[in-house]
Each structure stands twice: as C-alpha cells, then as structure tokens.
C-alpha cells in the first residue's frame, strides 16, 4: 500500500538557517505528492505540490522537488523566519484510491 | 468563502456517550474525509465519502459511523466514546488534487 515516511523528531533552528525535511514515500502507479503546514491550533493548509516526477513545487520560499528515482520529495527552505514555526507535513495521493496518505509530520521550531 | 466549517470545536465526553461531529463545505466538493490526529502518529484515515450517499472505511474505523445524506454535510458519529478516542479530529473535502481542510475539532473523552 501507499504510505510516507518522514524524517524522525523536531527540527530546531536559528532563524535565516537553511531547512531540509525528508520525504520518502512508497506508493503504486504514479502519485503526486504534496506538503501541508500547520500553525498552532489551526487546521492544515497546502503549502506546495508536485503531480508528475522531476516536478518541482514551490510556495513561499519553499521547495521540492519530485524525485521518482530515489522515491523523495524533500522540503527545503535557504532563509527560515520564526513564521515559519510549524508541523509540516508530507503526503501522496494516488490516482485509485481516492485519499491523501500522510507522514507522521515534523515540528519546526525557529529562533530569534 | 466559508470552505470547511466543522463544529464543535471543542467537546469533553464521558466514556460510553455518544456525539455527532459535523462537517459542512460549500464547494460542492464531492469528495470528503475525516481524519484524526494524535501526536506522533501523523493523520490517520477514519472514514471518507466519495459522493452524495456514499460511505467507505479508511485506515482507522473502528468505533466510528460516518453518514452524507447531503452532498455538503459529512458528519462523524461516535456511539460508545473511549478514551482512545481523544483525538483532534479534521474534516476535509477535495476537488481533483485540492484538498481543503477544516480547522478541526478537539475531542477530549475521561
């Protein structure tokens, strides 16, 4: 079946450091793949997504990029803000089955 | 644009009762979801809906019912709540690959 697989534990970092969270995935067919971020005490929102390999989704100085060959779809930001202090998300959708399969997510925390 | 409204927000719930979260979207998305959120464990399927009428179990069942009787409403039922079901719950609805979520309902069961 499909599933997500994100790096383990919280990210802390200084603020204007380079961010990289990990994403890898395994899934049948061809999905395409998406990161969420979450704010504290709101729902989830779609931060940037790639629906075909080599794509290359991009949002608010963020980026990834679809890697089918190393199954990956890691995040990453060159100059993290303290807004940027969130759960992020990585997840795929596959064509057949209808539904958005998640990672167990990771918190960033940025300081001043 | 509402989008997604679910309610409660918030409820407390004694173990053995029972409770209807509510899900409402105004895309007229066919599509719609319920997950839950525990800490670690990431978003877990509970139940989705692929239409007007229609049903179908995720990952995570168990311990719930789930009806769309109308094509915007999606509502989540808990029969016998547990404390295993402490939970924050989230709502979703999708059209092609846009997935709007919901901002979520915190469900504390003692």
């Given at each position: 079946g499909n599933s997500v697989t994100q790096m383990e534990g919280p990210v802390t970092l200084s603020e204007e450091a380079f961010l990289t969270i990990n994403c890898t995935y395994t899934a049948t067919g061809y999905p395409s793949l998406f990161w969420y971020v979450q704010y504290p005490g709101e729902g989830l929102q779609l931060l940037l997504k790639a629906t075909k390999a080599d794509d290359k989704g991009s949002n608010k100085g963020f980026e990834a990029t679809y890697r089918k060959e190393t199954t990956s779809f890691h995040l990453e930001k060159g100059s993290v803000q303290v807004s940027d202090s969130a759960v992020y998300f990585c997840a795929l959708s596959d064509r057949g089955n209808n539904r958005l399969a998640f990672g167990k997510g990771n918190q960033v925390v940025v300081i001043p | 644009n509402a989008g997604v409204t679910q309610t409660p927000k918030f409820r407390v719930l004694k173990t053995g009762q029972s409770m209807t979260l509510l899900c409402a979207q105004d895309?007229?998305?066919e599509y719609m979801y319920w997950y839950r959120q525990d800490p670690g464990m990431g978003l877990r399927l509970i139940h989705y809906s692929v239409g007007e009428g229609t049903t179908a179990k995720g990952e995570v069942p168990d311990g719930y019912n789930v009806s769309?009787?109308?094509?915007q409403n999606f509502l989540l039922g808990l029969e016998s709540a547990a404390p295993s079901q402490t939970s924050v719950y989230f709502c979703a609805s999708r059209e092609n690959y846009g997935y709007t979520f919901g901002s979520g309902t915190r469900l504390t069961v003692v």
């Open positions: - | 895309m007229n998305h769309r009787l109308k094509k």
